[in-house]
């Protein structure tokens, strides 16, 4: 079974903090992707990443960055946390194209900033 | 640009069939996807269906792909209150080159009364 994992299911911020949402995969995929599920907006696509150290942006990026220093770990940061970016943020990754496209989620982290 | 469109709210009462309609713009797309949110939780996969079938049958469900009129539809037979969550349906659609990213529906939350 694929397992991606996200390293906090809750967490609590400051306005203008840094933040680090991490999220881990265990079945060598390819692609990494970072949404954020906002009520009414259903899942936004913020960054993805195809390869290691390749990033894309994705609709949103406008506030955060990206990092793929390894395969099977992708990282998305706030430089400056703002109370509009509390929101649900889901990681998935995926195998490749065609079939080994479909995206496999973690559990989400919650993010709240304060 | 792609779209998709499902409608936000379905209400059935237990061990009725449930019925989720979604609508897509991206005539190339290769798979089309239903994943499954329960409160709280990440993004589960439910099944997909290759473009170029038109009926995928498994256990309860049954997904029909209607590709002339864009239409993709989810049936649940004998809806459990299990079945109560958020159901999401997605299209793949060319991004770059031949890297290719899923396009969300909004969700539809699926209530299943007692």
């Known amino acids: 079974d694929v397992k991606v994992t996200q390293s906090s299911r809750y967490l609590v911020k400051r306005t203008g903090e840094k933040v680090f949402l991490e999220c881990v995969q265990d079945?060598?995929?390819?692609?990494m992707f970072w949404y954020r599920q906002d009520p009414g907006l259903g899942l936004r696509l913020i960054y993805f990443?195809?390869?290691?150290?390749?990033?894309e942006k994705g609709d949103i990026p406008e506030g955060y960055s990206v990092s793929r220093e390894k395969k099977e770990r992708f990282s998305l940061i706030l430089e400056s946390a703002s109370t509009n970016q509390t929101s649900m943020y889901l990681c998935a990754s995926s195998l490749g194209q065609d079939l080994l496209e479909t995206q496999y989620f973690g559990p989400g982290t919650r993010l709240l900033v304060l | 640009g792609e779209d998709v469109e499902q409608s936000l709210f379905l209400s059935v009462r237990e061990g009725d069939s449930s019925v989720i309609n979604c609508t897509y713009t991206d005539s190339s797309s290769t798979y089309l996807y239903w994943y499954k949110q329960e409160p709280g939780a990440g993004l589960q996969l439910l099944t997909y269906?290759?473009?170029n079938m038109d009926m995928k049958q498994d256990q309860r469900l049954t997904v029909l792909l209607n590709k002339k009129d864009k239409h993709l539809s989810l049936r649940i037979a004998d809806t459990q209150t299990g079945d109560s969550a958020i159901y999401f349906c997605a299209e793949s659609s060319r991004h770059a080159g031949n890297n290719r990213k899923l396009i969300w529906g909004l969700g539809t939350s699926l209530a299943v009364n007692p």
């Open positions: 990443s195809y390869d290691v150290k390749m990033k």
């Open positions: 269906i290759f473009s």
């Open positions: 079945m060598d995929h390819e692609n």
